[in-house]
């Protein structure tokens, strides 16, 4: 059954959140996703990575979620990144100009070296 690859899991690692995106990111894995990342911001947490590899895809629906949380770290001005993302929602991250806000790195521990450093204190490059 779908539903059942569908899920969000988190783990600590050195003072980032980490959230491992399973499945298909739409409305209700999108909603799930942000109530966890609202519950740990709230309590403090102020770096965070989103972890597709286990993700499928992501639908428009799902891409709103994710602009409403980058757009809360920046509020708080945290910082974030995202890793393992398929070419499929690698494409479609760049082709809504998330990519342009967020760094991508192949891997959590890439991405994880980034957060912790002095480089991630400016993870929203856009304009």
């Known amino acids: 059954m779908m539903l059942a690859n569908m899920k969000v899991d988190t783990r600590q690692s050195e003072g980032t959140l980490v959230v491992y995106v399973g499945g298909y ?16 911001v709230e309590s403090g947490t102020r770096r965070l990575l989103l972890n597709f590899g286990q993700t499928r895809m992501v639908n428009s629906i799902g891409i709103s979620f994710i602009i409403g949380v980058v757009e809360k770290l920046m509020e708080e001005r945290g910082r974030m990144a995202f890793c393992e993302v398929n070419g499929i929602n690698r494409e479609l991250f ?28 400016r993870p929203f490059s856009g304009s």
């Open 25 to 40: 990111l739409n409305s209700s894995l999108g909603e799930e996703v942000e109530k966890v990342v609202d519950a740990q």
């Open 94 to 121: 760049q082709l809504t100009g998330l990519a342009k806000h967020v760094q991508s790195f192949d891997t959590e521990e890439e991405a994880l070296v980034f957060l912790s450093s002095g480089a991630a204190d």
